[in-house]
């Protein structure tokens, strides 16, 4: 276990990162027009950080102990399809969590 007094230190120094970070965009920069090149390459964020959030769960989920489960990978290619295919984020969800539920649900 971790020494109270180190946790509460991690925790204050995680907090004044985040919030050092915030600052500079919003606190900084905030009333001053960005760069065009900045500007093009925060387009790309959300692209960068939801594979990398969502790949994780698909490949080794930790309900099935990190082993690779076919309903998981499945509903993730049937939710990417219906997405790319419809342009409809909502669909893709929906599609994918029928998927899911379907295939865990026949599966066992």
């Not at 082993?67 to 295919?85: E, K, M, S, W, Y």
């Amino acid at each position: 276990m971790i020494d109270k007094g180190t946790l509460w230190f991690v925790i204050i120094g995680l907090g004044i990162g985040s919030f050092g970070l915030r600052f500079v965009f919003t606190g900084l920069v905030g009333d001053r027009e960005m760069p065009a090149w900045l500007l093009r390459h925060l387009r790309y964020t959300a692209v960068a950080i939801l594979p990398a959030l969502v790949a994780p769960q698909v490949l080794a989920p930790a309900a099935t102990g990190g082993q690779f489960d076919p309903a998981r990978f499945t509903a993730a290619i049937v939710a990417l399809a219906v997405g790319v295919i419809t342009k409809n984020v909502l669909l893709a969800i929906i599609s994918g969590a029928a998927t899911l539920y379907g295939l865990l649900w026949l599966l066992g």
